[in-house]
């Protein structure tokens, strides 16, 4: 649960970011084409699509509000391709 805004507490230090889990997933087909050794490659990078998150400077407002804490991360990145030896 997230909650509504933080505020600055008599506790230092007692606020902690969840925890970062990323799952990335590749699979590789080698071969010849034409004589050229070719790989052909699948990826999907944080394949759980969990929102992972990271400190980032923040602003503490006049009223004791803090605001911009943290900002999130790399968000699923599906990707395809090749890799021609020469």
Avoid: C, H, K, W
Wanted: aromatic residues 8%; charged residues 25%.
């Amino acid at each position: 649960m997230q909650p509504i805004f933080l505020a600055l507490a008599e506790q230092r230090n007692a606020l902690r970011l969840p925890p970062y889990l990323r799952l990335d997933l590749r699979a590789d087909r080698p071969g010849t084409v034409a004589g050229r050794r070719v790989t052909f490659f699948a990826e999907v990078v944080n394949a759980l699509n969990r929102r992972n998150e990271r400190n980032v400077p923040y602003e503490i407002r006049p009223d004791g509000r803090v605001s911009g804490v943290t900002d999130s991360l790399l968000p699923i990145v599906p990707s395809a391709g090749f890799v021609v030896e020469f």
